[in-house]
Nanobody, 123 residues
Framework: QVQLVESGGGSVQPGDSLRLSCAAS????????MGWFRQVPGKEREFLAN????????KYTDSVKGRFVISRDNAKNAVYLQMNGLRPEDTAIYYC????????????????WGQGTQVTVSS
């Protein structure tokens, strides 16, 4: 199994940027596609982006396309989410997740999860 720990969340103003990091430990990180999700209390967890094992293919949900960028560094066992142009509606708990596959489409449920990090966007 792979353990995931997110960091980088915080409180920012609309229009600001944040970079979330997810550190992985355990089994071979490059064996897995990775993704980011978010959840607002009372709502379902929402897919944001994923990236294949090599980092050569990325997918995004429409609401973050053009604002968020997912990337990974297999040498550092890490995956990142660069978030630009943040909006109040981006306020949520953000989760790093992994898939037991090399690639994943946008509808596939992740197989393992981090604990989450809070992002709050408010003026």
């Amino acid at each position: 199994q792979v353990q995931l720990v997110e960091s980088g969340g915080g409180s920012v103003q609309p229009g600001d940027s944040l970079r979330l990091s997810c550190a992985a430990s355990g089994r071979t990180f490059s064996d897995y596609a990775m993704g980011w999700f978010r959840q607002v209390p009372g709502k379902e967890r929402e897919f944001l982006a994923n990236i294949n094992w090599l980092g050569s293919d990325t997918k995004y949900t429409d609401s973050v396309k053009g604002r968020f960028v997912i990337s990974r560094d297999n040498a550092k066992n890490a995956v990142y989410l660069q978030m630009n142009g943040l909006r109040p509606e981006d306020t949520a708990i953000y989760y790093c997740a992994g898939y037991f596959t090399l690639w994943a489409d946008t509808t596939r449920r992740a197989d393992f999860w981090g604990q989450g990090t809070q992002v709050t966007v408010s003026s």
